[in-house]
Nanobody, 116 residues
Framework: QVQLVESGGGLVQPGGSLRLSCAAS????????MGWYRQAPGKEREMVAS???????NYADSVKGRFTISRDNAKNTVYLQMNSLKPEDTAAYYCNVHEWNGGDSWGQGTQVTVSS
């Protein structure tokens, strides 16, 4: 089992930036892909960005060019740098890890609100 602790959410004005962090502990050697998902009120949870153990990244079309995912394997931490934030980016953001055995673990979520 992998435990995940997220940090870095908050309130930011449109056009601003935030960086989310997610630290993993527990069965870290089982981690393959790390990623971020988000869920806005009344909407389904959607993938925002992911990064494989080899560093391959994948982004939702809505965040390409604005968000950057990175991973520090020495610290077992994944980051999401969010620039040029828009009101439609407002959501609860969840860290996710996909394990080599097919299992998934989720963080508790951190709120990001983009508003003037």
């Amino acid at each position: 089992q992998v435990q995940l602790v997220e940090s870095g959410g908050g309130l930011v004005q449109p056009g601003g930036s935030l960086r989310l962090s997610c630290a993993a502990s527990g069965s870290i050697f089982s981690i393959n892909v790390m990623g971020w998902y988000r869920q806005a009120p009344g909407k389904e949870r959607e993938m925002v960005a992911s990064i494989s153990s080899g560093g391959r990244t994948n982004y939702a079309d809505s965040v390409k060019g604005r968000f950057t995912i990175s991973r520090d394997n020495a610290k077992n931490t994944v980051y999401l740098q969010m620039n040029s934030l828009k009101p439609e980016d407002t959501a609860a953001y969840y860290c996710n890890v996909h394990e080599w055995n097919g299992g998934d673990s989720w963080g508790q979520g951190t709120q990001v609100t983009v508003s003037s």
